[in-house]
């Protein structure tokens, strides 16, 4: 039984950092097909940032340059540093692994696999 439990959001003024993780439990592929992806209310969900199969990490384009996505397989943590907040980051983030988001977002069919989701945390930003 995989499950995936995000942690670290919260509110910060614009131009701050927060370091978001997402502790994997019961997940054994070295947290590559796993990513990060965020929605805010009334918007479709959007692609942050993934590792492919081979651990490669991908981002949303607008995006690179103030995140960085990374992990560490001894704790099984997947993070997301997030630098320069702006307004528009505020959302609800969440990390899933394999499935067609991920599959998607990393451009590698193997990371086509069962799909999994954490509940979100939560990031807002105030101006």
């Known amino acids: 039984q995989v499950q995936l439990v995000e942690s670290g959001g919260g509110s910060v003024q614009a131009g701050g950092s927060l370091r978001l993780s997402c502790t994997a439990f019961g997940y054994t592929h070295s947290m590559n097909c796993m990513g990060w992806f965020r929605q805010v209310p009334g918007k479709e969900r959007e692609g942050v940032a993934s590792f492919d199969s081979d651990g490669r990490a991908s981002y949303e384009f607008s995006l690179k340059g103030r995140f960085t996505i990374s992990k560490d397989n001894a704790k099984n943590t997947l993070y997301l540093q997030m630098n320069n907040l702006e307004p528009e980051d505020a959302a609800m983030y969440y990390c899933?692994?394999?499935?067609?988001?991920?599959?998607?977002?990393?451009?590698?069919?193997?990371?086509?696999?069962?799909?999994?989701w954490g509940k979100g945390t939560l990031v807002t930003i105030s101006s």
């Open positions: 899933a692994a394999e499935g067609p988001a991920i599959a998607t977002m990393t451009q590698d069919p193997t990371c086509y696999g069962r799909d999994y």
